[in-house]
């Protein structure tokens, strides 16, 4: 199979995307200059013209207005925020504007947005360029939640974010950006709403959001022997794809939720939520969740990578999960 | 279709239009602008006979700028609200009946009862909704025009706010992003002089909100916002630049609002200032009346026919049934 980054994944499925429907059309700082700092629309620019990727100024709260504004009368807009924590400068056109249109009009109006956050830490940009907001948005009714993890996730679930009627936040890893994967060739979805099991297990279920699949399946590797780890990466935090992680809870008993953002009140937290709620009779141990610390991240990376989950302490809270 | 008929230039004393399809759209303004005001009385009893429950902001005293405006747009193009919306959607061609049922919170309301009085929606007419943020629908209507430009159609887009938008910075991100990409655009400030309670006097640096188009090489037009013929006037000069893709405009409308801010709010404006804007000279369907010699009794039968219909309206309302809250939950839940 044919290899491409996850940028690349991004942008191929943006291109074919754009070619399918007219109304597609990218906004945001930098899109249009060199391909954007992250390098995430190279090429659209030379393919679809600058009325279709369109550059803006510093302006979050108007731009991504303009996305709402023009989603509400047809267009169906990918908004590109550079740093995710960059979307709190906009946050009333976000969670008052965007998210509570469509039911403030009684259901009139579609609000098809795909917006591709770059979030993520490990960079060493510290506190207002290394955050992942998954659960702010999870927390307000209005949006669906996507975390691809690897290549053909991002194209796949992009791709149905775009045809998407609902605000989709798609949100990067710039940490996963550049290394080549596996992409199918030709037409590839992923729905959302569907977890993947990235390795079969029957000890202990690890559920992880965005990045920490790698740390996750790492830990299961060396852990082989001991605690026999099923690694799902649930790609899609709302919708939940709560079947999959209930069958694998069923199977094991104990489960274990991994992300980078703080642990408190975080998509781990409502995870967990779910599963008591729904599968409290199959628990043999008490569920866990392994999140970042409940600080700003800093940015000497000896504190950074103490903030956030590794593959020792994904180790650790299984151990304790199996009560070794 | 656009409701165009000869007027005086902005900052003129308007004249007296002529010729019978003038005198259509004289009466279709000042109609409007009588429905707008004995609307807002009625919806004022019901609320304080609890009928009509939440947050109500009247127009009253405000009627001529959005039905200036509205005599400027067609059905197609776009008008972004505020939260004291009742009269902008009235005079976009609201239906009457079906707002009464959202204010009593009904299935048959404009928004399926998801709205109330600030989240009135009618998309079929471009009423793109009421918003309860000051300034959150300024880049909204900027998401119109791009539309409208992005689709190469003629369309417009109009924002409406009032003085307490203009101490938003997102409208300034919004003036300038508007004029250097040439959009069509119209940001309609309604001027009523109190920020709920705050005086512009207090709040602006600068009490020439005008001059703020200026800086970003666009239009920027102060109004009499009481007399309508002259918003009319402004808003087709407005409108023409915008559809002939030479980009947006900024509207200064003046006016008063002569409700307190809202329905649970007390009023402790200066009584002197009430008493002044509450006379007849200074009311902009009074001053129609007079500038545009309809008699008094042109006016009432007008009236009585607007009260029927605004009997019917309660009535409809009334009747209806309130939501379902399974299909709410069906529907609605993401």
């Known amino acids: ?324 | 279709m656009t409701r165009a008929f000869a007027a005086s230039a902005v900052g003129e004393k308007s004249e007296t239009p002529q010729s019978s399809t003038d005198m259509t759209q004289l009466r279709w303004m000042l109609r409007t602008m009588l429905t707008i005001r004995l609307f807002e009385q009625r919806v004022k009893q019901l609320y304080r006979a609890g009928a009509i429950v939440g947050a109500i902001h009247l127009y009253i005293g405000q009627e001529a700028i959005t039905t200036g405006i509205s005599a400027a747009l067609r059905d197609d193009d776009c008008v972004f609200s505020t939260h004291r919306g009742h009269g902008h959607l009235i005079a976009k061609g609201g239906n009457l009946q079906r707002m009464m049922a959202e204010l009593m919170g009904k299935a048959t309301g404009c928004s399926r009862g998801c709205g109330g009085s600030m989240h009135m929606f009618d998309p079929a007419i471009g009423f793109m909704g009421g918003n309860g943020i000051v300034g959150g629908g300024v880049p909204l209507a900027l998401g119109a025009a791009f539309s409208a430009q992005y689709r190469g159609t003629d369309l417009v887009a109009v924002a409406y706010f009032g003085d307490g938008g203009m101490y938003q910075g997102v409208l300034h991100e919004s003036l300038n992003l508007a004029a250097k990409w040439t959009l069509p655009y119209i940001a309609v400030c309604e001027n009523n002089r109190y920020a709920a309670t705050t005086p512009v006097a207090k709040a602006a640096a600068s009490r020439d909100f005008s001059a703020y188009a200026a800086p970003h090489g666009i239009p920027g037009v102060r109004v009499d916002g009481n007399d309508c013929l002259a918003v009319y006037e402004a808003a087709r000069q407005a409108v023409d630049r915008a559809r002939a893709g030479q980009g947006p405009t900024l509207l200064d409308c003046e006016t008063y609002r002569v409700e307190p801010h809202c329905g649970i709010i007390p009023d402790d404006r200066p009584k002197g200032e009430r008493e002044v804007w509450g006379k007849a000279e200074a009311d902009p369907i009074e001053r129609f009346r007079r500038q545009l010699q309809f008699n008094e009794e042109q006016v009432r039968q007008i009236q009585a026919e607007v009260e029927r219909e605004l009997d019917e309206a309660v009535e409809f309302a009334r009747q209806s049934p309130l939501p379902d809250v399974r299909v709410f939950f069906e529907e609605r839940a993401i």
């Not at chain 1, 291109?15 to 399918?20: K, Y």
């Open chain 1, 1 to 324: 199979m044919r290899k491409l980054t996850y940028i690349e994944a991004i942008i191929e499925a943006m291109h074919e995307e754009m070619a399918r429907d007219e109304s597609v059309y990218v906004i945001g700082e930098d899109v249009d200059i060199c391909g954007g700092v992250w390098k995430g629309t190279v090429g659209l620019l030379e393919k679809f013209g600058p009325k279709r990727v369109r550059g803006t100024p510093i302006s979050e709260a108007a731009f991504t207005g303009i996305a709402t504004g023009s989603a509400m009368t047809g267009l169906r807009p990918i908004l590109e925020i550079m740093s995710m924590p960059f979307c709190y400068v906009a946050m009333d056109q976000f969670l008052n504007q965007m998210a509570k249109l469509a039911t403030m009009s009684g259901g009139q109006l579609k609000l098809p947005i795909t917006i591709r956050a770059q979030a993520g830490a490990g960079t060493r940009e510290a506190a207002q360029h290394s955050q992942s907001q998954e659960a702010m948005f999870l927390h307000t009714p209005g949006f669906k939640v996507v975390m691809p993890a690897t290549v053909s996730d991002a194209k796949g679930l992009l791709k149905a974010a775009i045809r998407d009627d609902h605000p989709v936040m798609f949100i990067e890893d710039r940490n996963l950006y550049y290394e080549p994967e596996e992409v199918p060739e030709g037409e590839w979805i992923v729905p959302l709403g569907q977890a993947d099991v990235a390795r079969p297990g029957k000890d202990a279920t690890v559920v992880t959001l965005g990045f920490p699949r790698r740390k996750a399946l790492a830990a299961a590797r060396k852990l082989e022997g001991t605690v026999d780890v099923e690694e799902i990466d649930a790609r899609s935090l709302h919708p939940l794809d709560m079947d999959t992680i209930g069958a694998s809870v069923m199977k094991t008993g104990r489960i274990l939720v991994v992300h980078e953002a703080p642990v408190r009140c975080g998509a781990g937290a409502e995870i967990v939520r779910r599963v008591v709620d729904e599968y409290f009779d199959y628990l043999d141990a008490e569920p866990r969740v392994l999140g970042g610390a409940n600080v700003p991240l800093p940015f000497s990376p000896v504190l950074e990578d103490a903030c956030l989950p590794q593959v020792d302490t994904i180790i650790n809270e299984v151990k304790k999960l199996a009560y070794l």
